[in-house]
């Protein structure tokens, strides 16, 4: 059936459906938690050796960050011992030196999303049946490495006592106060979630993970328009993330700029045109804009690429079938 447009009927039934997709895209809208930030740019790199300076060959390095997508890092160490690592941001990790009939090693590193670090060397003690040894370029890394583990395992508030007894030996590392915020964050604690990721953005107002975290607690208390400059400038430290273009556009969606947010909605999908989220809230916003026919042609694409059976895929097709009465 073919509805004029002009038509009383086309008319309620398109306010049907605007009103049915601002509804249900306003209260699902997702934005990415920080256990599904991006990695960086920043490499690392070094070289595993015995006591007597004898390269270590097949050396398992695994870097481990609860927040990053994925959490875990890992390589072996080459013939001469030497090992590399590229995706690290401006963040802590947790750095493992595993290999049988040694010590295994752990160290708590301060890392930078561009560029190539320091070296970091390693020597490997011969294995004495004991439980390893823990150095590096902090002081108490272990209680960085548990609180890493207790994060992990949901425990947040013995992730945060630990991070902020590595913080409190370690003020120099100021980037594990975004953990200590994600678990002030994940605890329900917004405020000091706030403080936490502003104090490493007075150390470094660029930080991007700093940045994203705080335009999304921000978000969660209800002040969205503090938010959005936040999230304006993770994208000149971050413009190859697609998460944080489709996060602005779900702000200027919230606030009633469907225009504005369909750009941004676009520039994520020009990033990574596999982002889903942005495919479906493009769709929403074009409704709300008037033009259907774009509206129509999101929620196409939306569903050619998502999951069958989801429940936003069922809701994406009942409303791109009231969509196409009216067309």
């Known amino acids: ?125 011969p294995s004495t049946g004991d439980m390893g040894s823990i150095g590096g370029d902090s002081t108490n890394a272990a209680a960085f490495i548990e609180g890493n583990a207790l994060f992990a395992a949901d425990d947040y508030a013995g992730a945060l006592a630990k991070w902020q007894e590595f913080a409190g030996e370690n003020p120099s590392v100021y980037q594990i106060q975004i953990s200590i915020g994600t678990a002030f964050r994940r605890m329900g604690q917004l405020d000091e979630a706030v403080r936490s990721y502003e104090l490493v953005l007075a150390q470094d107002p660029a930080e991007p993970q700093a940045l994203i975290n705080l335009g999304e607690t921000l978000i969660e208390k209800g002040e969205v328009a503090l938010a959005l400059p936040h999230f304006q400038k993770a994208t000149e430290s971050t413009p190859d993330d697609p998460a944080v273009f489709y996060n602005i556009g779900e702000i200027y969606f919230d606030t009633g700029r469907a225009a504005e947010a369909i750009d941004y909605y676009e520039q994520a999908l020009t990033i990574d045109p596999e982002y889903l989220p942005a495919y479906q809230q493009k769709g929403y916003a074009y409704i709300n804009t008037g033009n259907m026919a774009k509206a129509i042609e999101s929620f196409e694409a939306y569903l050619t690429k998502a999951p069958e059976g989801s429940q936003e895929a069922a809701v994406v097709e009942q409303v791109l079938g009231a969509l196409r009465e009216v067309q």
């Open 1 to 125: 059936m073919r509805f004029d447009s002009s038509g009383s009927s086309a008319r309620t039934l398109l306010g049907i459906v605007a009103v049915a997709a601002v509804t249900f895209a306003i209260t699902t809208a997702v934005f990415v938690s920080p256990a599904h930030a991006q990695l960086g740019n920043g490499r690392m790199q070094g070289k595993v050796t015995d006591p007597s300076g004898t390269p270590i060959v097949g050396v398992k390095v695994s870097a481990y960050n609860p927040e990053m997508t994925p959490s875990t890092l890992e390589t072996t160490t080459s013939e001469s011992g030497r090992w590399s690592l590229l995706g690290f941001n401006s963040s802590t990790w947790a750095f493992t030196f595993e290999m049988d009939g040694y010590t295994t090693q752990e160290r708590g590193v301060s890392t930078r999303t561009l560029g190539r670090m320091p070296d970091m060397n390693v020597t490997l003690e």
